[in-house]
């Protein structure tokens, strides 16, 4: 039960922690550079280390404070980072989580897959067909830098996995003292 809080504990941290750092740099940039989805990056990798269930979940909590703070309709965004969360995990068993460039790779590929969704929901059902200047100045630039800085974090996520999340294996047949 105690380490059960203590996960719950130390991924809302995180969390709010990427969420008040995304919001930070985004609103702080005047610029037309995209910025690293901090969200998305905590989602894949939790998602790839944990499973699909704590992925989801992850995803779920992310998508709703991004809804509540940036939204324009509920649920829109925790749908998509739920989504995301659920495939990083289904990863985890064809994976092993301690090779950074699939990650990296699952990353980039998580944000793309985001932004496109967003580009469908938040533009082109709007009419604004400029799919071309959405990649090249939104979608490539923040898969880059996304992915990049998943290179830098991702030893950080290792080694809490490794220490916080991880759960304490007993074989049944352990007969020392």
Do not use: W
Request: with cysteine.
């Amino acid at each position: 039960m105690k380490r059960n809080f203590i996960k719950i504990l130390v991924t809302g941290v995180i969390v709010i922690i990427a969420f008040v750092l995304q919001s930070y740099i985004s609103l702080s940039t005047n610029l037309l550079v995209s910025t690293p989805n901090l969200l998305l990056l905590v989602t894949s990798i939790l998602g790839f280390m944990r499973g699909e269930n704590f992925g989801s979940l992850t995803g779920l909590f992310c998508g709703f404070l991004v809804d509540i703070a940036f939204g324009d309709v509920l649920g829109l965004y925790a749908l998509i980072y739920t989504y995301i969360g659920f495939f990083s995990g289904i990863f985890k068993r064809l994976l092993h989580n301690d090779h950074v460039y699939m990650a990296m790779l699952l990353v980039f590929f998580n944000d793309f897959v985001y932004n496109s969704f967003v580009y469908i929901f938040r533009f082109l059902l709007r009419n604004k067909l400029t799919y071309s200047f959405y990649f090249d100045r939104i979608i490539l630039p923040e898969m880059i830098f996304t992915a990049f800085l998943m290179l830098l974090l991702y030893k950080a996520f290792y080694l809490l996995n490794e220490k916080v999340y991880a759960e304490k294996q007993e074989s049944e047949l352990y007969f020392g003292k």
